[in-house]
């Protein structure tokens, strides 16, 4: 009876790692190619970035034919350097994330990485080139470690602890149950939206590509929390070509130019204190977000002192 068992037992050992794989698999598919319609041309190059200068030229985009979303975009991160997307919410600033990654399609216009076309690259060699720390990470149902190691799956494990030292996630990690073989996900240990950004970035720090993009995640973060994050920017984007899309504020006062985006048109753009100077929309929402977060300091300090 042993006997069979055994192997019956391995067997389904076997069996659960491939459903997981499986499992796996869908959801980064799910993350990846949410449009069927984007396909690599016949003949597509990989792309080669070198220096890694990223171009919007008279971007026009709508989900919706009816709707138009972006309206005659054009920009340019030049390499190394960090551009951040701000303005009110629905104004598009996610969307030039999506169609940086190729998620979808500009209606009219170009994307253009070191001059190509990112419609003529092939989409692998496009994605590897990028890392993406998107709004909501996906956590897959395994280990912190193996969460982490998804940026660059042949990374050794004293190079995952590195990567998550400088997204500033390590200490978490390592006060969690099991370290660093702690499970997380659905039937694990949930993780804050500003933890999952941390694991994100991470996985982006292994993954070491040239041109970065960040959608920052929109819910409010404590002071404490919000300064590790922004440290672990800093540091993952030095030199490389970023570009920051940003709820808040605070973090990307340093960008070489923020770009303020309203109903799918540049309405500012300018340096954090040339914006400033102008007094005008960029200038309200920052004097709206001092008062806003001076007012949630002065309600924790009166929780603080009951
Ligand atoms: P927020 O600051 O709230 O994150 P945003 O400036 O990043 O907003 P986007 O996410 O780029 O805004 O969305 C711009 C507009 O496009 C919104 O009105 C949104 O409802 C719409 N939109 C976003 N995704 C889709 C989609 N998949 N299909 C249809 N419309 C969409």
Not at 177 to 195: A, D, W
Not at 241 to 261: F, K, M, P, Q, Y
Request: a neutral charge; glycine letters at 8%; proline letters at 4%.
């Amino acid at each position: 009876m042993i006997q069979l068992y055994q192997p019956l037992n391995f067997m389904g050992m076997v069996y659960r790692e491939i459903k997981q794989a499986i499992i796996d698999i869908e959801k980064m598919f799910s993350v990846l190619s949410r449009n069927p319609e984007i396909k690599d041309i016949a003949g597509a190059a990989p792309l080669v970035v070198s220096p890694g200068n990223v171009r919007f030229d008279d971007v026009r985009f709508a989900y919706d034919p009816e709707r138009p979303i972006l309206k005659g975009l054009s920009f340019e991160v030049p390499a190394g350097k960090t551009v951040a997307i701000v303005g009110p919410s629905g104004a598009g600033k996610s969307t030039i994330s999506r169609l940086l990654f190729r998620l979808y399609d500009v209606s009219s216009g170009k994307i253009l990485i070191d001059g190509q076309d990112i419609r003529n690259v092939t989409q692998a060699s496009l994605r590897a080139s990028i890392g993406m720390v998107p709004q909501d990470t996906v956590l897959f149902n395994d280990t912190i470690r193996y969460n982490i190691r998804y940026g660059r799956w042949d990374a050794g494990d004293a190079e995952v602890e590195e990567a998550a030292q400088l997204a500033q996630i390590d200490s978490f990690i390592r006060n969690s149950p099991k370290g660093y073989e702690t499970q997380v996900g659905e039937r694990g240990l949930k993780l804050s939206g500003g933890e999952k950004q941390r694991v994100a970035i991470a996985r982006t720090v292994l993954k070491a590509p040239p041109i970065l993009v960040l959608d920052e995640a929109t819910s409010a973060l404590d002071s404490h929390t919000e300064h590790e994050i922004q440290e672990a920017l800093e540091r993952v984007s030095r030199g490389r070509t970023s570009l920051v899309i940003a709820h808040r504020l605070s973090t990307i006062v340093g960008a070489d130019e923020i770009i303020v985006l309203d109903q799918g048109r540049i309405a500012e753009r300018g340096t954090h204190a040339g914006l400033l100077a102008c007094g005008g929309l960029y200038a309200s929402m920052w004097n709206r977000q001092r008062e806003a977060e001076a007012a949630r300091e002065k309600l924790a300090q009166i929780d603080d002192g009951n």
